[in-house]
C-alpha cells in the first residue's frame, strides 16, 4: 500500500510537532498545524531558547527566517504581535512563531541565530518602535534619522507632523511643523455625478 505524498509530509510534521511538545514542555504555549504549516504561540522569556531549538535540531532544520511581520492592536493589553516565518530547506516545512508583546517592552534579537534578520528587525524597530536587545545595528532604516514617531502604528498620524520643501535661497532641505491648507469638510450628502443610480 503507498502513502500518498501529501499525507506523508504531513505525518512527518506532525511528528515533529510531536517532538517539539515534547522537549520543550510548557515553553510554548498552544501548537497548531495547518497543511504544511505549524504554528506556535510562544512565551516571550522562552522565545530564545526556542528558536533555538528549532534551528539545530534534528527533525525540524529551521535554518532560515523569510519573514518578521508586526502587528498592532493600540486597545490590547498585549498592543503588539511578532511573527517569525521559518522555513527548513531539509524538509521544506515552515514553523511561524508568534509573540505577544506590551508597549515599551524590549525584545531579544535574534541576528545571532539568523544573520538576515538584520534588516528586519531594523523595520520593525522604525515604523513601529519595538526595540530588540543585542541588536548590532539598531538605526533608522526607512525613515530620516531625525524622524520623531513611527509611521505604522495605528496611532500615528496619516498627515503625519512635519512636511519637507527644499529652500532655493539656502539650497538645503528643510522641515517645517504641517499646516494643512483648509479644515476637513463635510460635505453633506453629497453624491458623486460621475455614478449612475442603480435603476431596477
Excluded at 527533525?59 to 516565518?85: A, G, I, M, W
Excluded at 511561524?96 to 538576515?116: E, H, K
Amino acid at each position: 500500500m503507498k502513502l500518498h505524498f501529501s499525507l506523508l509530509k504531513q505525518l512527518l510534521i506532525l511528528r515533529f510537532l510531536c517532538s517539539i511538545s515534547a522537549y520543550l514542555g510548557k515553553s510554548f504555549l498552544v501548537g497548531e498545524l495547518d497543511a504544511y504549516t505549524i504554528m506556535l504561540y510562544l512565551r516571550r522569556r522562552d522565545f530564545v531558547r526556542v528558536c533555538s531549538f528549532l534551528k539545530y535540531h534534528w527533525y525540524s532544520r529551521l535554518h532560515q527566517v523569510t519573514e518578521l511581520v508586526c502587528l498592532d492592536y493600540p486597545k490590547n493589553l498585549n498592543r503588539f504581535e511578532l511573527l517569525y516565518f521559518f522555513l527548513s530547506y531539509t524538509f521544506t516545512s515552515r514553523v511561524v512563531c508568534r509573540v505577544l508583546l506590551p508597549q515599551g517592552d524590549i525584545m531579544a534579537s535574534l541576528t545571532f541565530l539568523f544573520p538576515g534578520l538584520n534588516w528586519q528587525e531594523r523595520e520593525v524597530w522604525d515604523m513601529f518602535g519595538i526595540t530588540f536587545l543585542n541588536h548590532p545595528d539598531l538605526r533608522r532604516i526607512l525613515t530620516d534619522y531625525g524622524f520623531l514617531g513611527h509611521p505604522l502604528r495605528k496611532d500615528f498620524p496619516v498627515s503625519g507632523f512635519v512636511e519637507v520643501y527644499f529652500d532655493e535661497t539656502t539650497q538645503l532641505v528643510c522641515y517645517q511643523p504641517l499646516s494643512l491648507a483648509q479644515e476637513f469638510r463635510d460635505f453633506g450628502t453629497f453624491t458623486n455625478p460621475w455614478i449612475l443610480p442603480l435603476t431596477k
